[in-house]
Nanobody, 129 residues
Framework: QVQLVESGGRLVQAGGSLRLSCAASGRTFTDYAMGWFRQAPGKEREFVAAIIWSGSSTYYPDSLKGRFTISRDNTNNSVFLQMASLKPEDTAVYYC??????????????????????WGQGTQVTVSS
């Protein structure tokens, strides 16, 4: 089992920045690729970013490239999501997830929630206009 706990969500003004954190415990952190997803009320869960076990490769949807950055600290079993130029449409619950998906070069499958084995409880991000 892997336990994931997100933190850092809060109310922020449009144009602002925010950094989310996810602390992992349980199994070996480097056995997992990590991802961030978000879900707004009435909408499906949406892929935000993914990072492989080493941190050397990342993957984003085209719509968020350049504004969101995922990183990880394998020493401290943590993954982060740095968000910039926030917009009201970024308002959602943000979830951290762990995937045993092993490829380091073909990352598109990590955009699918079904690839993930463990999920955190989420942290609320609200962007005011």
């Amino acid at each position: 089992q892997v336990q994931l706990v997100e933190s850092g969500g809060r109310l922020v003004q449009a144009g602002g920045s925010l950094r989310l954190s996810c602390a992992a415990s349980g199994r070996t952190f480097t056995d997992y690729a990590m991802g961030w997803f978000r879900q707004a009320p009435g909408k499906e869960r949406e892929f935000v970013a993914a990072i492989i076990w080493s941190g050397s490769s990342t993957y984003y949807p085209d719509s968020l490239k350049g504004r969101f950055t995922i990183s990880r600290d394998n020493t401290n079993n943590s993954v982060f999501l740095q968000m910039a130029s926030l917009k009201p449409e970024d308002t959602a619950v943000y979830y951290c997830a762990a995937s045993a998906y092993a490829s380091s070069w073909y990352l598109e499958p990590l955009s699918n929630p079904s690839q993930y084995d463990y999920w955190g409880q989420g942290t609320q991000v609200t962007v005011s206009s």
